[in-house]
């Protein structure tokens, strides 16, 4: 991040103070003040139906860019300049962190296939199709020379959606199936849209053929596999370790910063050894939540539930922020202000392919979905395909950190070609995230419309009788006996096979009971001395919360 807060403070007649570590102070100052501006802002409009936090952030930090434009006269050409090793080193774990610690892993894990075919075979479909469309038609525009890998990297760039706008337009409360279809494919979207940037920038594109498409889809299943056992063994080591160790007894600090620095490990060992540090973190925070939360003491349970939330949303502010003052880079703009009715072109044109590609997956998949499911309820309607198709369509930081990487070098771009394509990517984001952002919750109140005075009192368990009793990972306590007069025990490969849900819950129920609890603790652990009374008094309360998390 870099504010020549010298020139500024020049025009504030404050000339003695224009040192390099000044500068710094005062980036940081004005960063921490809009953090504080955007919370008591974003308060003042919860009620609102069309605003939220996120674009508030965005607002607020597009006008202060203009500010400190007007300020430095507009002869400052970095007031901000995008750091991807900021946003995905510093910015990204604990949003994506917290999000796995406090998902509804019955609705997760039940949509489980549901979110791999749109996560990852419907990155590839929008990827192809974005790629192939950029092909055609920016390669006969006059905006600079681009190459194949730059047409594929723009096909990789706009496949990523904005999993952290969805976190705030979107409600896990109200609206859980779409909440965790969404967020869920985003999460494995965001991943396996790096992993094809990734490739396409280390791919030999000379000799492309069918044995490089093969060696990426190889790729992306290693990625996944691996990145996954990965953040579940992060998540197990930290379960383990307090439940033998039992820091409690001495600090509850201890407890919190070891969860914390687990988590971040995770992610970092993810990004040492070049796996998806996205899908790492996410299933790290889904294992600690069934494991080692319970693990700890009662305070531990609150500090960590409060503290990865307050994080993550401090860090989604952050990234609003910066996306909405970087956008005002006076470098790049400079190459296209000859010409901006072609910038706004490529920029349109990008949005069309942004709709084109992600309709061309939604739709057809979800039809895919519903044949593999009997119950009506459990099937997606077209209403709901309308709404996972608009909340997809959001672009994000995740976008501009690939396009940074992609079209610049160090933040800095000399080639029209590549300005163009940063241009472009900036006015996506914020178009995609204002408009888009804007239109989603009332669009899900038109179409999913809710009883009026039941808004609060919505409960994110499942609606149909069925999905009550199949909460996959879920840390419920339901006795066999209770399940078996609902659901029958598998006792056939046909049953398996027509109930995968039923006879997969059954079996790791079993599994989970008699290998992992005794071994890494989770629900139903006593980390207090036996037959404490403070234990005896708050489990059943820890139970309930914990019920309701799930």
């Known amino acids: 991040m870099v504010f020549d807060s010298g020139l500024v403070l020049g025009k504030l007649g404050i000339t003695s103070l224009g040192t390099s570590e000044y500068s710094s102070i005062v980036s940081m100052n004005l960063f921490v003040a809009l953090l504080c501006a955007c919370i008591v802002i974003g308060h003042l409009l919860e009620e609102n139906r069309w605003m939220n936090e996120s674009i508030t952030a965005l607002v607020i930090g597009i006008c202060t860019g203009v500010i400190i434009l007007l300020i430095s006269g507009g002869t400052n050409s970095h007031i901000l300049v995008f750091s991807e090793d900021l946003f995905f080193i510093y910015l990204l774990p604990p949003i994506i962190f917290n999000a796995g610690f406090q998902v509804k892993k019955k609705h997760f894990f039940r949509n489980f296939m549901t979110i791999m075919l749109f996560g990852a075979v419907g990155t590839m479909i929008s990827f192809t199709i974005i790629s192939f469309a950029a092909i055609k038609i920016f390669s006969r525009m006059n905006i600079g020379s681009l190459e194949l890998g730059d047409y594929l990297a723009i096909g990789a760039i706009f496949s990523a959606t904005d999993s952290v706008c969805t976190l705030q337009v979107l409600n896990q409360d109200q609206t859980p199936l779409l909440y965790s279809l969404v967020f869920g494919e985003g999460v494995v979207n965001d991943a396996t849209s790096v992993v094809i940037f990734n490739a396409v920038q280390n791919f030999d594109l000379s000799q492309f053929n069918t044995t490089v498409v093969f060696q990426l889809i190889g790729n992306f299943f290693y990625l996944f596999l691996t990145s996954t056992l990965l953040g579940a063994g992060a998540g197990l080591l930290s379960a383990y370790v307090i439940k033998k160790l039992y820091f409690g007894r001495h600090s509850t600090d201890r407890e919190v910063a070891i969860m914390i620095l687990m988590a971040y490990l995770s992610y970092m060992l993810a990004e040492l050894f070049y796996l998806s540090g996205i899908l790492t973190v996410f299933f790290c925070g889904i294992v600690m939540s069934h494991y080692t939360w319970h693990n700890v003491t009662e305070k531990s349970r609150v500090t960590t539930k409060h503290a990865f939330a307050t994080l993550s949303f401090i860090a989604e502010l952050f990234i609003f922020l910066y996306v909405g003052m970087d956008a005002l880079d006076i470098e790049k703009w400079r190459f296209v202000k000859d010409s901006p009715g072609t910038s706004v072109e490529v920029s349109a044109i990008l949005l069309g392919m942004i709709l084109v590609g992600r309709a061309a997956f939604v739709f057809p998949l979800s039809f895919l979905s519903n044949l593999t499911k009997k119950a009506h309820q459990e099937k997606i309607d077209f209403r709901q395909q309308v709404l996972i198709w608009w909340a997809g369509l959001m672009r994000g930081a995740v976008s501009m950190a690939l396009a940074y990487n992609q079209f610049t070098k160090e933040g800095h771009t000399t080639l029209q070609g590549n300005a163009y394509m940063i241009t472009s990517t900036i006015t996506v984001v914020l178009f995609s995230t204002m ?94 001395v036996p037959g404490s009374p403070t234990e005896q008094s708050t489990h059943h309360l820890v139970d309930e919360e914990d019920e309701e998390r799930n």
Request: proline share 11%.
């Open 435 to 528: 408009v888009f952002g804007l239109i989603t919750q009332p669009l899900v109140r038109l179409l999913l419309p809710q009883p009026k005075g039941l808004n609060r009192m919505i409960s994110s368990e499942p609606t149909t009788p069925k999905s009550f009793l199949v909460p996959f990972l879920g840390n419920g306590q339901d006795s066999e006996a209770d399940l078996g007069r609902h659901i029958a025990r598998p006792t056939s490969l046909r049953m398996l096979l027509s109930t995968p849900s039923h006879t997969v819950h059954h079996y790791w129920r079993k599994f989970d009971n008699a290998f992992m609890r005794p071994v890494f603790g989770g629900r139903g652990f006593v980390p207090f």
